[in-house]
C-alpha cells in the first residue's frame, strides 16, 4: 500500500524568487514620471481616525495618494497648486469642518482632529492666495 510522505519528513521545496531586471521588458513593471521601475509594494496599516486625517490631507493637497504617501515618506515638499481637484479637496474639508462646528454647542468641544484639519486648510489657503 502507498502511504503518502507527512510534512515532517519531506522539506518543503524551496522557492527562487527572482526580482525583475529593470533593464528587461517587463509588462508587469510601472514606471513613474522619471522613467524609473517600481515593482515593489508598500503597505501599512491605519486606523479609522488616522484614515480619515490622510484622506483629509490628500483631499487638500490635489495629490495622489500614492504621490502624497511617497512624498510625506521621503519628507520632501508637498507643493500644493491651485487646480479644480484642489479647491473641490477644500470645499468638501470646509463642508465637512463646518457641519461639524455647527453640531458643536461650545469651542470647548472641537477635537483636535477638527484643530489640525482647520490648521492645515489655513496653511493651504495663506499659500494659494500669496501666490
Known sequence: MYRR?????TPP??????IPDPTSENP???RDEH?????????FR??????EKINAAVEISG???????YRRCLCQDI????????????RVQLERVFNELQR??????????TMETIALIGSVLDRLQSE
Open 5 to 9: 510522505p507527512n510534512l515532517k519528513e
Open 13 to 18: 521545496p524551496k522557492r527562487n524568487k527572482k
Open 28 to 30: 508587469r513593471a510601472l
Open 35 to 43: 522613467n524609473r521601475v517600481r515593482y515593489i509594494t508598500v503597505g
Open 46 to 51: 491605519v486606523s479609522a481616525e488616522q484614515n
Open 63 to 69: 495629490l495622489s495618494k500614492q504621490e502624497y504617501c
Open 79 to 90: 507643493v500644493v497648486q491651485g487646480n479644480t481637484k484642489v479647491y473641490k479637496g477644500l
Open 104 to 113: 458643536l454647542s461650545s469651542a470647548d468641544e472641537i477635537c483636535p482632529e
